[in-house]
């Protein structure tokens, strides 16, 4: 049998994976993450100022603030 002979069933082959939300940047995480704001936004008010803080979690600074476990 030739290669261009071969037919394949497309529903078989192919299968349709939704990313959950836990997965950071999938299209329903950054939903959740809208719905998250908007839903502060209701109960809070229209926010003054929004802060972003990045840090290494194995500062001891951190650690040591931290409950065990």
Not at 47 to 63: A, G, K, R, S
Request: charge should be negative; proline fraction near 4%; aromatic fraction near 14%.
């Amino acid at each position: 049998m030739a290669k261009h002979d071969v037919q394949l069933d497309l529903a078989k082959v192919f299968q349709r994976i939704v990313l959950p939300t836990s997965f950071y940047g999938s299209p329903h995480f950054m939903m959740q993450a809208y719905q998250d704001v908007m839903a502060i936004v209701w109960s809070k008010g229209i926010l003054d100022v929004f802060f972003t803080f990045t840090c290494n979690l194995n500062w001891q600074e951190i650690i040591v603030q931290l409950e065990p476990n």
